[in-house]
């Protein structure tokens, strides 16, 4: 429980929705921990524990390997950027704004707010803004 106001609708998704989305060729589900805590103040035994439980939960729902994870708040630093590809994540996500290239570490990848668009809406705005060779969802 944080301490973020919840908007009128906002809730979290439930398994169904989660399985059904997990199938939508415009999404990957990605872990994001189990308790959302910031990381980088975490003990290394209960970050690693948030990290490698939070994927293997959601594995469970959607019956899919799950590679991609978000960190909480974005915080992380080199310590938890480790773990996370020790946990067997090929990229995680950060809050840090910027263009996605060859070069970017697949383990800070920048973002931007994509908002409310529709799937043809974000495949465009994604085709501007990732420069790189291959399918995102590999």
Not at 45 to 57: A, L, M, N, P, T
Not at 71 to 87: C, H, L, Q, R, S
Not at 113 to 118: L, S
Request: charged share 25%.
């Amino acid at each position: 429980i944080g301490t973020r106001k919840m908007r009128v609708g906002d809730r979290t998704m439930n398994e169904k929705e989660l399985r059904e989305i997990a199938g939508s060729n415009c999404v990957t589900v990605g872990a994001h921990t189990m308790t959302h805590p910031a990381l980088v103040f975490q003990m290394p035994d209960i970050c690693s524990q948030e990290i490698v439980y939070s994927g293997r939960e959601l594995e469970k729902i959607i019956n899919k390997r799950v590679n991609t994870f978000s960190y909480p708040f974005g915080n992380f630093d080199i310590d938890t950027a480790n773990m996370v590809k020790e946990a067997g994540y090929i990229r995680s996500r950060t809050i840090i704004p910027g263009i996605v290239t060859e070069n970017t570490d697949p383990m800070q990848i920048p973002s931007e707010n994509a908002g409310a668009m529709d799937c043809e809406e974000l495949a465009d705005y994604l085709a501007l803004t990732w420069i790189f060779k291959g399918d995102a969802r590999d």
